[in-house]
């Protein structure tokens, strides 16, 4: 048994890797949505997940399979973006959570690999904390917790944009080194910036990141190189080890819940 992905286990050794990954299932999410003009719609979802599978290598944990059902609604006008109603994605992640439960794994990281989610995530985790049905605990390892500077000192040397937002050099480069086939380095466009077209208004609006960057592109993705990208995924790599680590370490959580499912039944 070498492979953690989920849908390579058999019935028989499925078991058997719930105990090698001590009941900690990761679930990446990615979505569908443009990234420029030379990368695939499926950019995030490639990306999460490959990060997710090298760190299983170090520390190991279930992978889910490939999940992309997630919150993208400010790219629906876009071709190849799938953007679902917030009810159905909810009830779908809720539901898939439940599933991973069911099947001995009662500590799931959702591993977000889509800026997008991060609103949605929040409260659909926090909906499902306060279930006294539901016997596992969720963790929101979020964009920020692994991919950042300081969680990728290896790329952060090599990287040379300081505006990259969105199909930009460091997602170029990690698709350069994980799908090279699908990058089309041809096709992109004039470095783009966020365009502040709502910088006025001291609040926030559904439509910020439309406002920003309605081309789904921000950065300068012709710096982008395999050698940066697979910088980035090793270092991205060793901080979601770590943080698989730490919640396979982790009493607390689980136990906070339960005290406080049972302090709201009063």
Not at 212 to 233: I, M, N, Q, R, V
Request: glycine letters at 8%; proline letters at 6%.
């Amino acid at each position: 048994m070498s492979s953690m992905r989920w849908e390579d286990l058999t019935a028989k050794d499925f078991s058997k890797a719930v105990r090698k990954a001590r009941g900690v299932c990761v679930l990446p999410l990615g979505c569908m949505e443009k990234h420029g003009e030379h990368l695939p719609v499926g950019s995030d979802l490639f990306q999460i997940r490959a990060i997710a599978e090298k760190a299983a290598a170090i520390e190991p944990a279930i992978i889910f399979p490939p999940y992309y059902m997630t919150q993208i609604q400010c790219a629906k006008h876009q071709y190849g973006t799938i953007a679902l109603p917030g009810r159905l994605i909810t009830d779908l992640l809720e539901g898939v959570c439940d599933e991973i439960a069911r099947n001995g794994l009662r500590k799931i990281i959702l591993l977000n690999g889509h800026g997008g989610n991060s609103a949605w995530l929040a409260y659909a985790s926090w909906m499902m904390a306060h279930d006294p049905q539901r016997d596992f605990t969720v963790y929101s390892a979020r964009l920020n917790d692994f991919w950042t500077d300081a969680k990728m000192p290896g790329y952060a040397k090599l990287k040379q944009c300081k505006i990259d937002g969105h199909g930009g050099e460091i997602e170029t480069s990690l698709m350069l080194a994980l799908r090279p086939e699908l990058v089309k380095m041809e096709d992109i466009g004039k470095p783009a910036i966020p365009l502040g077209r709502v910088k006025h208004l001291p609040l926030s609006t559904p439509h910020a990141w439309y406002a920003d960057c309605p081309d789904h592109y921000c950065g300068d993705g012709s710096y982008g190189t395999e050698k940066k990208g697979k910088a980035a995924l090793s270092d991205c790599a060793v901080a979601v080890a770590a943080i698989i680590r730490a919640v396979k370490r982790d009493t607390v959580a689980p136990r906070l819940r339960k005290e406080f499912l049972k302090r709201i039944r009063h």
